[in-house]
């Protein structure tokens, strides 16, 4: 009728303490809050310890000395807490926006925004394809902010509009969508492996 | 040199990673490799900044025992208690698989999904059909939920399914291929803002 | 009529939910065209061919994705594809250890490191399928989730970067995700791939679908319940679609509901 497991009601515990906040604010939820932040924060650090951090020192013992200068690198964001020397942190975020970026340059520009264009020049031979187009153009033309919207620029931002408001109802249809099969989720967990009311 | 260095090494880095891709001399592709090997040992040692920073935070509130100490000091327990656990028994031994799949998943996956009770009663509230662009936003998302449920099929017929798989496909599509392009653009010009050294904001500057 | 204390509706909403799975109606479920095109693209792949998993999600994923990800890896290990499981996203290798848990006991005569294999997470972001396209080994530090040497296992020795990939597909919650994938493997390398997304996800991936860069798309609990049964193999995401029918009625009555009173309020006051 109920699971035996331990773990399990751990599990179901966490589970419905988190759902009594949707009623009133609680000492209980609180308590599975808690715990939740602590135990997110340290699994960020054990699975980068385990699967990167570790690894990686094991190779400076093995000889690859100069891995040590991005282990400094990444070391100086902790600086920040020192007042005097909280400076240096800029060099830690420096070196990581500057990958990032470049990272965004290189690689961005084709298939993110080449191809959906070129992907947007359908020939204009049925509705659905005289739509795409005049879609992505017109919602295009609802952001031009620095050209006044009147005229035909008027008309073309206020279909624009229309195809966003589509776009974002089918985007709320979807969240919600989203957030229910989150739901549903827990629970399945809840009445198939604590409570074994369904199969 | 405070303002600087840390303007050189985003630049340097950077263009290391962007001429490596567009031109290829063998050592700027061996250099990028091992930008991007630093970069990686950077980004896996950024993780305990969330571990110090509730440490820092929640310790106080502790000491100084203000309202909710007990929760801070649970928040700190909870953290070094796992991460101790984890570290001592590994990845692969079953108390951590225990510690993860019933405490780590149903914590996280909970928290995610209390939202659809918020969801649910802020449509309720708030989703009021006053102008012509609530009204289809409204429609396209009823559409949507409906096809995308086997009820609507069942009861109302396959067009509703049509209709979802079509506003999906096409002005959907177009809606966000639109905020897609300027994104990206958007995304491009402040990279290169940030590499050239315009966007200094995350340094705590003002920008020009 | 508009004003029904949220509590009440939280009660509904959790009623209904419970009913659906205690009582469930078995309403049929239509398999949408681009799921089958994921699928088929899969099917199609021949026998030794290698296909990479990006675990690229959290917890609030599991339900929409996990069964996918559980269909797609029985789907390969019936068709003999082998898989590689990697992620870029912090709880992947432990997300490809759930599948295999529960995958693993219905395939004995499959071997971990020869058929498939849990590279687990590996920092950097997009950085990480940068390095991978080159040298995967390298990218991972040769060392995989349970701790062993990559160089070691069978399986890598033919497949050394994601170059040697004949298919990827992203399992995704969010950023990063499918548009480094793109941008990284499928786009430069032109390996076809395809995607599971959370629900909330969708329209902002449909542009991808459309653009040819992705094949096809596995859309939330919906799609993973049509590809559990595209596999033969219904599961926890098609038991959860009646339940999903059921709330989404609860949430469009309310909204409706409230927009009477609304309406109604309107007519009133003229």
């Known amino acids: 009728m109920v699971t035996s497991d331990p773990w399990l009601w751990v599990a179901a515990f966490f589970t419905i303490s988190l759902y009594t906040v949707a009623f009133k604010d609680n000492p209980v939820y609180r308590f599975s809050e808690s715990v939740y932040i602590g135990v997110a924060a340290g699994y960020m650090v054990t699975a980068n310890w385990f699967n990167w951090i570790k690894p990686n020192l094991e190779l400076i013992g093995k000889g690859r000395y100069l891995l040590i200068v991005p282990f400094i690198l990444g070391l100086l964001i902790y600086t920040r807490y020192i007042k005097s020397i909280s400076w240096m942190s800029r060099i830690a975020i420096a070196f990581n926006l500057g990958v990032g970026s470049g990272l965004i340059l290189s690689k961005d520009f084709k298939p993110l925004f080449v191809t959906q264009i070129i992907s947007t020049f359908r020939p204009l031979n049925n509705f659905n394809n005289i739509l795409l187009v005049l879609g992505v153009i017109t919602s295009l033309v609802y952001f031009l902010f620095t050209i006044e919207q009147k005229g035909v620029i008027g008309y073309g931002a206020r279909v624009g509009r229309w195809v966003m408001m589509l776009a974002l109802g089918a985007a709320f249809g979807s969240t919600v969508m989203a957030r229910v099969s989150l739901f549903l989720g827990r629970v399945q967990f809840l009445m198939t492996e604590w409570l074994f009311l369904v199969k | ?208 | 009529m508009g004003n029904v204390d949220r509590r009440i509706i939280y009660v509904v909403m959790i009623l209904v939910v419970v009913y659906a799975f205690v009582k469930p109606m078995g309403l049929p479920i239509t398999i949408s065209q681009h799921t089958k095109n994921a699928y088929n693209a899969i099917d199609s792949l021949p026998a030794g061919s290698t296909l990479v998993i990006g675990f690229d999600f959290s917890a609030g994923g599991i339900p929409e994705l996990e069964p996918a990800a559980k269909a797609i890896f029985y789907q390969c290990m019936k068709n003999n594809v082998k898989i590689v499981m990697m992620g870029m996203w912090v709880m992947a290798g432990d997300m490809a250890e759930r599948v295999l848990t529960e995958m693993e006991p219905l395939f004995p005569n499959k071997t971990y490191g020869v058929d498939y294999v849990n590279i687990g997470y590996k920092p950097g972001n997009a950085l990480l399928l940068e390095r991978a396209v080159d040298d995967i080994i390298g990218a991972a530090l040769d060392i995989d989730h349970r701790g062993n040497k990559m160089s070691t296992l069978p399986i890598f020795q033919e497949f050394k970067s994601l170059k040697d990939a004949d298919f990827w597909v992203c399992l995704s919650t969010g950023n990063p995700g499918v548009p480094d994938w793109i941008k990284i493997v499928g786009d430069p390398l032109k390996i076809p791939g395809t995607t599971d997304v959370v629900s909330v996800s969708i329209p902002e991936n449909m542009p991808f679908v459309q653009s040819g860069q992705l094949t096809g798309i596995i859309q939330g609990m919906r799609g993973a319940s049509e590809y559990e049964l595209l596999v033969n193999r219904p599961g926890r995401a098609v038991a959860g679609m009646d339940a999903q029918s059921l709330s989404h009625v609860v949430i469009l009555l309310f909204i409706a509901l409230g927009n009477i009173s609304f309406l109604m309020g309107k007519k009133k006051t003229g």
């Open chain 2, 1 to 208: 040199m405070r303002k600087e260095l840390p303007l050189a090494i985003t630049f340097i880095s950077g263009i290391i990673v962007v001429l490596a891709n567009f031109l290829a001399p063998t050592w700027f592709v061996e250099a990028n490799k091992e930008v991007t090997l630093w970069f990686q040992i950077t980004s896996a040692l950024f993780c305990a900044l969330g571990v110090v920073n509730l440490t820092r935070i929640h310790s106080k509130r502790v000491s100084q025992q203000r309202e909710g100490w007990i929760f801070s000091a649970l928040i700190i327990a909870s953290m070094f208690l796992f991460m101790g656990i984890s570290l001592v028994v590994g990845q692969q031994h079953q108390l951590y698989k225990n510690m993860y799949n019933n405490m780590n998943v149903p914590l996280n996956a909970t928290m995610y999904s209390i939202l659809v009770f918020y969801i649910a009663s802020a449509a309720y509230r708030a989703f009021r059909v006053r102008t012509f662009e609530a009204t289809i936003l409204l429609v396209a998302a009823a559409i949507v939920m409906l096809g995308k449920a086997p009820i609507g099929e069942a009861v109302l017929g396959s067009w509703v399914a049509e209709w979802t798989t079509w506003i999906l496909d096409i002005p959907n599509t177009a809606g966000m291929r639109g905020i897609q392009l300027g994104a990206t653009l958007g995304g491009i010009a402040m990279a290169l803002r940030v590499l050239i050294g315009i966007e200094r904001a995350h340094f705590g500057g003002t920008g020009e």
